[in-house]
């Protein structure tokens, strides 16, 4: 498949709302309605395919996640029509769920079940999350020792148990059942006294057996991520000491160039391949060290989050691409993961700088789309950085132009002190659901910084 050329971001005038509808565009043409509701095909181009395998109920690729996007672009543009889109969607995952099986946050349950109490609280329909409640209840039944512990599976990364244990304290505060935040708490201790550094793949054919991983889906940060939202939620001790232990081994094998870190994709084997990304990057690690210091307020983890912020601009992207940020637009390991750390940290610093990069990656990405057959905005990529020639341009959430809408409306609802709107973040999203530092929302209550 030939994509048509794209033209450059300096020749469009699109803001990021106007090219976040256009993606709307895009994902309504992939729609298949049936008797339970509304699920959409992973790639609607003639002859396409996608770049991941078929989920059509997910939260990384498929429906769990287009409700969410078209959640917020209903709130972002006033549009009653967008509501129908996600009220579809999410009566499908409603009566559907029971034919899942796996069920982790990304690819399984327990993305469904996010999908579904946030479907439930903006669409005010209770059955939404009556159902959300449902699955919780599945996924707390179904645990098991693990080596004589509670969890679900060997694997601790946000790919698996993290993930699970993250959605289960999400439900917890949403629909008010402390018997979650229990579970979650249990099967967090079993992951807080496993060895840390590191973890491995294990099941990605692309790396070696014996590689370690210190990104966030499926490595030392996403789980350290994990322990320290657990600490913030049980102030248990342990939980702290654990995420400490998997921050320092992040930051001893990070390289440091002055005031920028980078952080290898996996050691010992390629400890010069820095992803920039979500999934096993920088804008992923980051995430970490700002729960970190969330929750516990040491500095210096605030600063190995600007420490990360500033190799990636220092990286030269968006305009070169390197070995670790090469043709990808999406949520996962590419530009629209980069706008949703960079909008975070706007919001928690006040920094201009970073929405001011923020905007210059969203340019650049709205400058990439294509949309010459007047059936919306997507984006073609090669989702595998090993695999160039497999280039495709997907609906879904983490792949494609679901994810990449969401990230432009955080960037639109940034900077809008007077019209502040929620957005949603995933449960493993550690900045503020309002994208405003809270110096603009002073200001825009008509009082000056530093009144009370």
Partial sequence: MNPKRTR???????????????????????AVDDEHGRHWRANPDPRGRSAVTAEPWSLYSGAAGIVLFFLELAAATGHEAYLDDARAGARRLAATW???????????????????????WALGDDRFETEAAAIADVIVS????????????????????????LGLLRAAARLGVPAYEEAAVEA???????????????????????????????????????????????????FLLAARSGAEFVREISVLTGECAAVPHHVPEARGLHYLGFCSGSAGVARMFYELHRVAGDPGDMDWVERLARGIVRSGVPHRQTEGYWNVACQCCGAAGLIELFVGLWAATGRESHLDFARTLAANLIGRASGHDDRGYRWYQAYRRLRPEEVSADTGYMVGAAGIGTALLHLDAAGQADQARRVILLPDNPFSAIPLPA??????????????
């Fill in 8 to 30: 450059s971001s300096s020749e469009r005038a699109e803001s990021p709302l106007t090219a976040a509808i256009l993606a709307g565009r895009w994902i309504r043409s992939a």
């Fill in 98 to 120: 029971r034919e899942q099986s796996d069920l982790t946050l990304y690819h399984g349950l327990t993305g469904t079940m996010v999908a579904l109490m946030e479907a439930g």
């Fill in 142 to 165: 179904r645990r098991r020792l693990i080596n004589g512990e509670v969890g679900w599976s060997p694997d601790p990364a946000q790919r698996g148990d993290g993930g699970i244990v």
């Fill in 188 to 238: 967090g201790a079993r992951i807080a006294r496993l060895p840390v550094p590191g973890h491995r793949f294990g099941d990605c054919a692309d790396l070696p057996v014996d590689a370690v991983t210190p990104g966030f889906l499926a490595g030392t940060a996403g789980t350290a991520f994990l322990l320290a939202r657990l600490y913030g939620v049980s102030g248990d001790n342990r």
């Fill in 439 to 452: 110096t603009a929302l002073r200001r825009s209550d008509g009082r000056e910084h530093g009144d009370h």
